[in-house]
């Protein structure tokens, strides 16, 4: 399986490249920058381009695979255990401000569980990439999570999803209450990214609601591959499907999980 794994790894590789090419291609040149529904979705003829460009590459290597694609939805294939999972742009509000922080996301789920991620920052030209039992690495060289075990010594970052208007799970109190205990919490627009950034350290943990799948699967190996835990908020075993993830170095895992925990908690005591 692991040279399986591998091969799956450079087709991942080469499709992040390809989309990410495209993004280089485009920054800057936006013409058509659309709004999907709900507001602050948006879609721009970057994201389109750049999943045209991820699907030539799977569509050659892996005909039968099914894939799941942003912009295209779910394309279907003939073997079943496999399943990739694509974002052409994460970020894509950062994309039309010109604001350098996103990513094409490539995942490959197999039996379900993510097994080979691939996150590339076309701007940075940071290429993260990460197969179950392979370890995890950025422009080829080994990365780890860091080191911090103290939530108050640490820096985090969140997200917002756009549901945010229509929601009262909004995750604003989980953002003041952690920026309160912690020396940060950022908000940098782009998941897969987030993830690959506490893969590598930078960041020691990240937690976030309302995702989709292709949002995640890359980054989740990324941060276990590099050392990291990824559960659910409750450290309850991570579910794809929930569109929440809790995702650290490790020694943060059980303060951070609580701290979460807590603000759920006074959530529900104010609504009873
Ligand atoms: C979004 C980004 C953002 C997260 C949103 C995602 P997109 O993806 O990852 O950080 O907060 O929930 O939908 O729309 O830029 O691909
Ligand atoms: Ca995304
Ligand atoms: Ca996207």
Redesign the pocket.
């Given at each position: 399986m692991p040279q399986s794994l591998q091969i799956f790894l450079d087709i991942a590789t080469e499709a992040a490249l390809s989309g990410g090419a495209v993004l280089q291609n485009y920054w800057g040149k936006l013409e058509d920058i659309q709004e999907k529904g709900r507001p602050g979705?948006l879609v721009t003829e970057a994201d389109k381009a750049a999943e045209k460009a991820i699907l030539e590459v799977l569509h050659r290597h892996v005909p039968d695979h099914p894939i799941l694609a942003?912009e295209s939805g779910k394309l279907e294939g003939l073997a079943g255990d496999y399943l990739w999972a694509i974002?052409p742009?994460?970020?894509?509000?950062n994309y039309a401000h010109q604001y350098p922080f996103v990513a094409v996301s490539i995942g490959l789920l197999i039996d379900g569980v993510p097994q080979v991620g691939v996150v590339y920052d076309p701007i940075r030209q940071e290429l993260f990439r990460a197969a179950k039992g392979l370890g995890a690495t950025c422009n080829r060289r080994p990365i780890k999570v860091s080191q911090t075990d103290d939530l108050s010594k640490s820096l985090l970052v969140t997200?917002?999803?756009?549901d945010r208007r229509q929601t009262p799970d909004t995750n604003y109190a989980e953002f003041a209450h952690l920026t309160h205990l912690t020396q940060g919490v950022r908000r940098d627009?782009?998941?897969?990214l987030?993830l690959a950034y506490v893969a590598c350290g930078r960041l020691d943990g990240y937690w976030?609601r309302?995702?989709?799948i292709w949002?995640m699967a890359a980054g989740i190996v990324l941060v276990q591959e590099a050392g990291g835990q990824v559960t659910a908020y409750d450290r309850s075993p991570f579910q794809l499907s929930s569109g929440r993830v809790l995702a650290t170095n490790s020694k943060i895992h059980d303060s951070l999980s609580q701290a979460l925990l807590q603000v759920g908690s006074k959530a529900r005591n104010l609504i009873e």
């Open positions: 979705d942003e974002d742009l994460d970020g894509t509000t997200g917002f999803a756009y627009g782009a998941a897969a987030d976030e309302g995702l989709s949002d």
